[in-house]
């Protein structure tokens, strides 16, 4: 307690650090896996494809990807948006099949109703398939912020700063309260993400807001 005590603000840093590393690398993966999961649910020849290669994406070690990454993308090793390109790419690689699995699991009655009205594609898809589908994709959205904040320490190993970093110095220095905190701390971010996703999913899908839904 007295090391936490006697360093606050390096502790507010290194959270700062790794929640300005997790949550653009999240958000990108929504924005990614929509198209993508869409593409292996609308067409059939691409499913196959597609859910395989992120399936094979997410076992590649986030070591090597992180040293590997920078040659592609033209970053340095110890860059932050290195991290975040490669924490995005794992995101994608989740929640791809959440997306294709929760459009495939809309009952054919509803699109045809929404067609009956006259909804066109695009807001057959915004106002129909999305919602519908909203309850599968939060769950995958889920697994991906809880998966984020754990990698993201990953990078410490690089010098790229996060809670990883009180691990290693930790662990250098042989510090145990320091390699407690960062170990409880990310833990405790990881659930703080999960729980402000649940809360932000009950506000914009009210509906899913029965007994034990999405808890």
Known sequence: MTWVLQN???IADRTWAHLATSLPAVLAAL???VPLGWLAHRYRPLNGPLLT???LLYAIPSLPLFIVLPV???TGVRDVVNV???LTLYGVALLVRSVADGLDGIPPEARNAAVALGYPPLRRFLAVDLPLAGP????GLRVVAVSTVSLCTVGAVLGVPS???LFTDGFQRGILAEILTGIVLT????LALDRLIVLLGRLAMPWTRTAGAGA
């Open 187 to 190: 833990a405790v971010l990881a």
């Open 136 to 139: 599968v994709i939060l769950s």
């Open 72 to 74: 592609l993308i033209g």
């Open 8 to 10: 606050l603000p390096l």
């Open 53 to 55: 290669g992120a399936g």
């Open 84 to 86: 975040v390109v490669a």
């Open 31 to 33: 924005v990614l896996a």
């Open 163 to 165: 809670l990883g970093l």
